[in-house]
DNA sequence: ACTTTCCGTTGACCTACGTCAAGGTTTCTC
DNA sequence: GAGAAACCTTGACGTAGGTCAACGGAAAGT
């Protein structure tokens, strides 16, 4: 496989110059998790940042008693791990491959090089940190400002949006992952689909899909203007 | 007052080439906020970023029913309102001078060119945001896994560190506002307040101080081996 | 100094949501 | 393709913490 042109097609690289492709591509290691696998732990040192080239990666907390909450789930071309990469710190989550993955490694030091000398990636990389402080933002919003239903509908109406406004939603992950996205447990999550059911809101017969039937009610929701009966 | 001089002790400019401190004076525009006024609102565009030179900010999120959460509450030397200047959209939170503050605005397409020629600034920017996003990872964690006798005594420790370990603690801020840092409300903040203080864990007479009388039970309810009677 | 507003505390009450348990079903694994 | 493991759902139950109300004290604006 050619890794710069891999590269060339990375957001975060969108618009480098050939000979920094080049550079990249001779510093970026190509890793494999298997499913299930841990990619770096809580407090594990950060030596470098890697970048999706298939498959898929949830970056979560743990509490002591095993309850998950999931901070990110990352697909193909996006970046994750870079936050020890500039605070020189550890880790402050862990995360796990839910899917085969391919990653390309950035080394810390030679991706600083980089930085030193392209500053483009430098931006890129500033706007890729300030989309998931608004992202983490939002998050915080709904686990302290918002119940449960409230943040569902956000998240069902966030998912539609991606896929150009549909109204069949292609969940792409298990309900007891989505739950732990919510900062839910599956159990409640259950209860509350089988609720907005009951009121034809949704249908959500299969597995990893839901169906939008009220968009209005489902915003309202989200905007904390009606409750669930 | 040379604005050079005030630049050269913010963190974010550590470091940098006089010739730029200038450059940056020239660019910075001084501003003031009284106490209670609003900095910007969620949705605002922004055209550009503070760093705080006195006083103090609340950066915060609100509900429809008027629950507040607070995001940061930052002080001297900080920089706070970037992320629109780096994604191109909108603030996703408001921001409101609880102190009389003085601040330079740096406007954004200055500060931009400013990076793609000093890349040094870049680093110093990429830390600052990096950070935040695990002051935000710790926070979403505390509001999503942990209760608020957990969180209260996770966050007397963060203070208790930054004062080199003491014991008396000054809190800087109203209950009312600590209790919108927890994700909590006064009532509940009371409630545990007294509730440690029963327990000889702390003591709590004054209206901003808080006295740790047992370290040990306080690192002990924020690791979540411990829970109050 | 006076008044108005904000702050902190406590009590009685309620509810959203987590826990525990048990069932059926789908999906890995070997 | 058989067994194991993980997933989803529903019911009964418990509780952390939010809501509403009331009151004394501090602080801020005039």
Redesign the interface.
Same mark, same amino acid.
């Given at each position: 496989m050619d890794i710069a042109k891999q590269l060339s097609h990375i957001p975060l690289f969108q618009g480098l110059e050939p000979q920094y492709l080049e550079t990249l591509a001779r510093i970026a290691v190509k890793k494999f998790f298997k499913r299930g696998e841990t990619v770096f732990a809580e407090g594990d040192p950060g030596i470098g940042f890697h970048i999706i080239t298939s498959g898929r990666i949830k970056v979560y907390?743990?509490?002591?008693?095993g309850?998950e909450?999931i901070?990110h789930i990352m697909s193909q071309g996006e970046p994750f791990g870079?936050?020890?990469?500039?605070? =020189?710190?550890r880790f402050?989550?862990y995360a796990e491959a839910i899917a085969d993955t391919n990653t390309l490694f950035m080394p810390r030091d030679d991706f600083?090089n980089l930085?030193?000398?392209e500053?483009?990636v430098?931006?890129s990389?500033?706007?890729v940190?300030?989309?998931?402080?608004?992202r983490?933002?939002?998050?915080?919003?709904d686990?302290?400002?918002?119940e449960v239903p409230g943040r569902l509908a956000a998240y069902l109406l966030y998912l539609s949006e991606r896929d150009q406004g549909t109204d069949d939603i292609n969940l792409e992950i298990s309900k007891t992952q989505l739950a732990s996205i919510l =900062?839910t447990i599956p159990e409640t999550l259950s209860r509350i689909l089988a609720r907005m059911t009951r009121e034809a809101i949704i249908e959500s017969d299969d597995k990893r899909h839901v169906r939008i039937c009220d968009r209005t009610a489902i915003e309202e929701l989200a905007? =904390?203007?009606r409750r669930l009966a």
């Open positions: 907390k743990t509490s002591p008693d309850k909450q901070l870079e936050v020890p990469v500039f605070t =020189g710190q402050p989550a600083m930085i030193r000398t500053p483009s430098a931006l990389m500033l706007s940190l300030s989309m998931r402080l608004k983490f933002t939002s998050l915080i919003e686990l302290s400002l918002r =900062g905007a =904390g203007e």
